[in-house]
Nanobody, 123 residues
């Protein structure tokens, strides 16, 4: 079983910044790739960013490029969100994969998901 410690999120004004952090732990648990996904109200879940096992490769959705930065330290993954926009309002989920070491934006590669962090960007 995977335990999660999530932090960050909340309310921010458009143009502001937020930092989301997520740590996954468990007995004999070693996440390979890690990623962030989000679900906006009334929409499907979508990938935002992912990072490879060694942290040397990253993936970003077009909506995140140039504004968000993903990083990791072992079992902790961080999403730095800058220049936030109202359309970034969503529940953000961190996820871990034990199928791939690559930075993947495919949700099917991730078996374990955090509880979700609410991010609200106000005008």
């Amino acid at each position: 079983q995977v335990q999660w410690v999530e932090s960050g999120g909340g309310l921010v004004q458009a143009g502001g910044s937020l930092r989301l952090s997520c740590t996954a732990s468990g007995r004999s648990f070693t996440p390979l790739a890690m990623g962030w996904f989000r679900r906006a109200p009334g929409k499907e879940i979508e990938p935002i960013a992912a990072i490879s096992w060694h942290g040397s490769n990253t993936y970003y959705a077009e909506s995140a490029k140039g504004r968000f930065t993903i990083s990791r330290d072992k079992n902790t993954v961080v999403l730095q969100m800058n220049s936030a926009k109202p359309e970034d309002t969503a529940i953000y989920y961190c996820a871990t994969s034990q199928r791939t070491i690559n930075a993947s934006g495919n949700s099917r590669n991730y078996e374990h998901w955090g509880q979700g962090i609410q991010v609200t960007v106000d005008y």
